[in-house]
């Protein structure tokens, strides 16, 4: 374990300096202090004085609404605060920006701001910090991300391959076989994995692999619009959706082709949304249980605080049934 | 919730009876306890003031020794012990065979006992528990092996993948390409699960995938000594084993017919027992951190006393090198 020592050597300044620095005294200027954090970072330095007196963690958020019940990131934080409140904790919600990344790297915001570990939502791969998750020292925990080989991060997340095996289930019990995706594009952990579920879950069933029963695209209503027509034409039934907000444009689209939902085709989506009850028909989904996965994101932490090097936890996903799926409708394929 | 009541309409028998056999009164016969104790577990009953006076839990083992420290189940037990006592359980540590099982569904013998929660080891696809545990109510931990669909189980183990991921990338850095895998029979979730693992690793790694560098088999000593050679045959420099006794078997199997470790092959285990420092070579391995995969159970547990429905926990896996791995050998092969 590095000390101040370690640190005034390293930089070749006095250990009072030093202290200085890493307790924001005023007396040095910003670009020593910077200077000591992140060498203090570097060489592993925990400020033990600093985190005995107070328990504090941070959740740090981008990409995600959180302020109201209704919001995909409230009920995370709210199921993370009843877990770790009662044991003493302050947690801080941050949200943090690409720029804010860029100018200050990870583990110095974690030292100035005395934060012993963080809970991270929303994350893109394109992150500037998702490149210091892998050296970095701080007990962390991902939502829906994965670090690999770094054992002070762990990743919580809804299982996606039981989640779409719970789907295609439900959906050949309905007669359907040719059954289609459409996601986003396969640029971050989770929509990999749901591809990669979605794949696996075919395969186990013994379903046709085609690609073109596949649709990733970037932008949500023009992706379904492209798609779903093109979908249709190859014979495919029914379609899985990586999140639920491509299912619900799906159903405006339909609507607008005069393809009904679920007699022309069945539709299912992932989350279950708070809004999924009330779309026109209420859609079929795979539920993440937000409250269940902010208290994983906390156990999570709890073993990486405790030195259980954990890689990840998953939470058990269900199928919600509503009716956007129902019995398959033949296909001119299967007709003839 | 079920009541007592419940129970006794269901039976056609009166509430005392009830409430005489769920308590192991004298005065009712065995026969009668049992329908009244199989009831109970099919329902749903909790007997809510037996569970507060104690908290009780057990950990169920077979196939595995874990009397001394050198066994693989004792630290497995300690780390989950380390946990469990401090939050006030008491834990019973139950051997258990398959004509137990035969005799008493799991369900009965958790109610009878008194038991809250279990961490179940040691046990394979064969034990007649396995069913059970589809549909069975009591939150239940399984070390390497899981069940589909049933929210009160969950699965704790190290992450076979990382483990097989971190062996290729170390051999390919010693300039082996033709990888083998010596196993046991696919018949338990865990040999499925570092199976795949093998097929991912060389997949992600481009490497040749030949099912003429993997033998499965059943007896250690004779399936090592059936495919160390056939795999050498196929210019295989390198061979996973899925547990460290097979690798240690190779050792002895090699000396046999003077082949080398590691300048004629390399060999890497799983599990890094106590003994592995200590063969010739020292062997090269996977470790699971077993004190720290207890500690895992135990968290898994709380996860699903608290109602927070996981489906799997998975600890870091983390290569030890030691001396039965060296740079490759160019086969027959590789020099034309």
Request: aromatic content about 10%; glycine content about 6%.
């Amino acid at each position: 374990m590095a000390t101040i020592n370690d640190i005034a050597t390293k930089l070749g300044i006095s250990k009072s300096t030093v202290s200085k620095g890493l307790n924001n005294a005023t007396d040095v200027s910003d670009e020593m202090r910077k200077r000591i954090l992140e060498t203090a970072v570097e060489l592993g330095y925990t400020n033990k004085r600093l985190q005995k007196k107070i328990k504090k963690l941070c959740i740090l958020i981008e990409n995600m609404d959180y302020t109201t019940p209704n919001h995909f990131g409230y009920d995370l934080i709210l199921g993370f605060k009843q877990m770790a409140e009662p044991e003493g904790w302050l947690i801080d919600i941050v949200p943090i920006t690409i720029d804010f990344q860029k100018l200050t790297p990870y583990g110095v915001f974690m030292m100035q701001q005395g934060y012993q570990a963080a809970f991270i939502l929303g994350f893109s791969l394109l992150d500037p910090w998702m490149a210091e998750f892998h050296s970095c020292k701080f007990p962390t925990v991902l939502y829906d991300n994965y670090i690999k080989d770094n054992p002070y991060m762990a990743s919580v997340g809804c299982d996606s391959e039981e989640g779409f095996d719970l789907a295609v289930r439900h959906l050949m019990r309905l007669g359907h076989r040719k059954i289609g995706l459409i996601s986003g594009p396969l640029d971050s952990y989770i929509l990999k994995a749901r591809y990669h579920a979605y794949l696996e879950a075919l395969d186990k069933h013994g379903l046709e692999i085609n690609e073109n029963f596949i649709g990733l695209g970037y932008y949500v209503a023009e992706s379904t619009r492209t798609y779903i027509p093109k979908l249709l034409k190859e014979g495919v039934t029914a379609i899985l959706f990586s999140h639920d907000i491509r299912a619900i444009s799906a159903i405006t689209e339909c609507d607008d082709r005069d393809i009904r939902i679920p007699e022309d085709l069945s539709i299912i989506g992932f989350d279950d949304l708070p809004m999924t009850s009330f779309t026109t028909p209420p859609l079929t989904t795979i539920r993440q249980d937000r409250i269940a996965l902010g208290k994983c994101g906390f156990y999570a932490l709890s073993c990486l605080l405790n030195h259980v090097a954990i890689g990840s936890i998953l939470l058990r996903a269900s199928l919600i049934i509503r009716e956007s799926t129902g019995p398959a409708k033949i296909s001119d394929q299967q007709k003839i």
